[in-house]
């Protein structure tokens, strides 16, 4: 089955610093979402990007589906930034996502 | 509802009992998804529903798993006689008509199963 990968698994930055996390996925696809997991275990939908580039705030997402992979930015990051971060994508002609392995994000002041 | 209800928020039990959770979805969603989230398994799918169709069980771990949507709203996830191994975080998220992938799906706040 498709192989979906995150890269780093533990990201420990100061508040203010900015941050690229990246998916890996072994497959074509036809969806991909980025969630933010909040220390409360709620996910939270960040992007549906299948393909492009798409910005929120401080947070920006490029996936090239071409070449299997997509990014995250995260720009001055806050301490609520902190969380796990999961990419999940789909494949054509289903609905169940498949979720990578997660970066562990901690933000300190 | 503003977004996806599960309860109860944590369930404890003992091996060996039955157990229901329970999900809302958004109003006027009609795709409704069933996810696990355990310690050694990450996020693993479970089991789909769309409208009027069969559901897609195939994320179904043993057929002590099973799972119900009355009236294309409500849906019940049922484990019978839970083993230990059953503990994690059951989520639920649905989407507006599950269209091959076109849309977002939305999550629930999960239900916290620990099984003693």
């Known amino acids: 089955g498709i192989q979906v990968e995150q890269s780093p698994p533990d990201l420990i930055l100061q508040e203010g610093a900015n941050s690229t996390l990246r998916c890996n996925f072994s497959d074509s696809v036809n969806n991909l979402q980025w969630f933010h997991q909040n220390p409360w275990g709620q996910l939270i939908n960040l992007f549906y990007i299948p393909s492009g580039t798409k910005q929120n705030g401080r947070l920006s997402a490029t996936t090239v589906a071409t070449e299997r992979y997509s990014l995250l930015y995260i720009s001055s990051s806050q301490t609520t930034d902190s969380g796990v971060y999961f990419c999940a994508v789909l494949l054509y002609n289903t609905d169940k996502l498949i979720f990578g392995t997660g970066t562990r994000l901690q933000v300190f002041p | 509802g503003a977004g996806v209800s599960q309860s109860p928020s944590n369930k404890v039990t003992e091996k060996g009992k039955d157990v229901e959770l329970r999900c809302d979805p958004i109003s006027g969603h009609t795709a409704l998804y069933w996810y696990r989230q355990s310690l050694g398994q990450g996020l693993e799918f479970l089991i789909y529903?769309?409208?009027?169709?069969?559901?897609?069980k195939s994320g179904l771990p043993s057929d002590r798993f099973s799972a119900e949507r009355t009236g294309g709203s409500v849906s019940t996830l049922t484990i019978q006689r839970t083993q230990q191994e059953d503990s994690a975080v059951y989520l639920c998220?649905?989407?507006?008509?599950?269209?091959?992938?076109?849309?977002?799906?939305?999550f629930g706040p999960g239900t916290r199963l620990l099984v003693l």
């Open positions: 998220a649905s989407s507006l008509s599950g269209g091959a992938g076109q849309e977002t799906q939305y």
């Open positions: 529903f769309q409208g009027n169709s069969a559901p897609d």
